[in-house]
């Protein structure tokens, strides 16, 4: 398939109507991060709302460093600095929320442009056909108690061919492209991703998560799975996912051992690694 036209501001631009999501915009041929150049800006006092895109990336990174693929011209990797200055709620909810919404936004930005429903993993996969399309990295800046920032982070697989993935990806890495029979606008996309995110994080600001948290209910692959959890620790329990918590945490009902006749109390996962196994 051949490459969208390169992003472009102007073109960004005529379809952006957001407030303050993407004002500033940087648009770069080539970077090592746009997370790593957003932090930068970030830590220089840059506004909310600055917006970081690149063509490229040279070493692009998921969650515990992993590296993203990132060929040029064909995918989205942006990063929006979000600053927390005046929060309405605590910063905990909002730091535990924001990677869950981000992936809403995400998706809900997909299906507005192409139709195309995306399934999120928690806390933040999006999944086409069970397979992993893009991700959420947030990256979180507390200088000072009073103006806390995130660096939101979205890789998104857009116009790639599937032929293209290396071999290690094929199984599991998934392309917008897969259901389009033409290139999708990528700058099209942007505006309606930087909306929809606008949409969200503003709703999580002014009413806090329950709308939000249904809304990710709905698209959420991972509940009702049986699933492995891999703790940072390196332990690890399989259990089903049976709710999202208010705060955001997957709640997981541990199998039982076979001779226990009483279920296992909910387990709240915050922070790990959650593999779908195999129904």
Known sequence: ????????????????????????????????????????????????????????????????????????????????IIRGTGLRISL??????????????????VQQVTTVSLALKWPNDLLLLQRKVGGILCESLLQSPTDPAIVIGIGLNVNVAREAFPDDLLPIAASLAETSQQPIDRNRLVAQLLLELEHCLGELQSHGSPRLRQAYIARCA??????????????????????????????????????????????????????????
């Open 1 to 80: 398939m051949a490459s969208s036209p390169p992003l472009s501001i102007d073109d960004i631009r005529t379809t952006l109507e957001t407030t303050s999501l993407g004002h500033p915009l940087y648009i770069y041929r080539d970077l090592a991060s746009t997370n790593r150049e957003a932090f930068r800006l970030a830590q220089n006092g840059a506004a909310h709302g600055t917006v970081v895109l690149a063509e490229s990336q040279s070493d692009g990174y998921g969650r515990h460093g992993r590296p993203w693929f990132s060929p040029p011209g064909l995918n989205l990797y942006c990063s929006a």
């Open 222 to 279: 991972t509940l009702g799975r049986q699933v492995r959890v891999q703790f940072t620790t390196h332990d690890q329990v399989t259990g089903v996912a049976e709710g999202i918590s208010a705060d955001g945490a997957l709640q997981i009902r541990p199998l039982s051992p076979r001779s226990s006749s009483q279920p296992a109390h909910l387990l709240d996962v915050r922070a790990a690694d959650v593999i779908h196994l195999r129904e």
């Open 92 to 109: 905990a909810h909002w730091l535990s929320w924001t990677p869950l919404i981000s992936a809403l936004a995400t998706a809900e930005a």
